[in-house]
C-alpha cells in the first residue's frame, strides 16, 4: 500500500478562487500544483529571496515549471525600469494556483532582487538594455 505525498489543505470557503476542487476532480498531472503545501511554499519563497545569480533564478524557473507546472516569466518592464518594480515578473493562470501565492512568488523575486541587485543588471544586460543607444 503506498500512500500519496500531502496536498494542500484548502483554503477558506470564498477567499480564493484557485479552482482547488475541480482540479481533483480531474485526475492528471495537473494535481502537482496542490503538492506546494504551505510549508514547502515558505521554502520556495526563501529560495527565492535568496538568489545567487541569473543563471539560479533561471534554473528555479525551470525547476517551478518541472516539479509544479508553474510557469514564470521575469523579465524587463514595457517602460524604464528605474526599480525593482521594474521588472515584470508574470505566472501564468493554473488551477490550483492558491491566489495568495499567485501574489507571494513575484513579492519573494523582488525581495532576491533588491537583495542582489548584480542580477537585476545582468537581467537588464540579458534583453539588449542599450538597444535603443
Known amino acids: 500500500m503506498t500512500q500519496s505525498p500531502p496536498l494542500r489543505s484548502p483554503c477558506p470557503p470564498g477567499t480564493c478562487n484557485c479552482g482547488r476542487e475541480q482540479l481533483l476532480e480531474t485526475s492528471g498531472s495537473g ?3 496542490l503538492l506546494l503545501t504551505r510549508n514547502e511554499e515558505k521554502r520556495l519563497l526563501e529560495r ?8 539560479d533564478l533561471h534554473h ?6 518541472e516539479q509544479l507546472g508553474i510557469r514564470l516569466t521575469v523579465e524587463p518592464g514595457y517602460n524604464e525600469v528605474r526599480s525593482m518594480r521594474g521588472i515584470a515578473i508574470h505566472i501564468d493562470e493554473q488551477p490550483g494556483l492558491c491566489r495568495k501565492t499567485r501574489q507571494s512568488i513575484p513579492a519573494a523575486i523582488r525581495r532576491g532582487l533588491e537583495r542582489n541587485p548584480e542580477i537585476a543588471y545582468r537581467l537588464l544586460d540579458a534583453h539588449d538594455l542599450l538597444r535603443d543607444a
Open 48 to 55: 527565492l529571496e535568496n538568489l545567487r545569480s541569473l543563471d
Open 60 to 65: 528555479m524557473q525551470r525547476r517551478m515549471y
Open 31 to 33: 494535481v502537482r500544483i
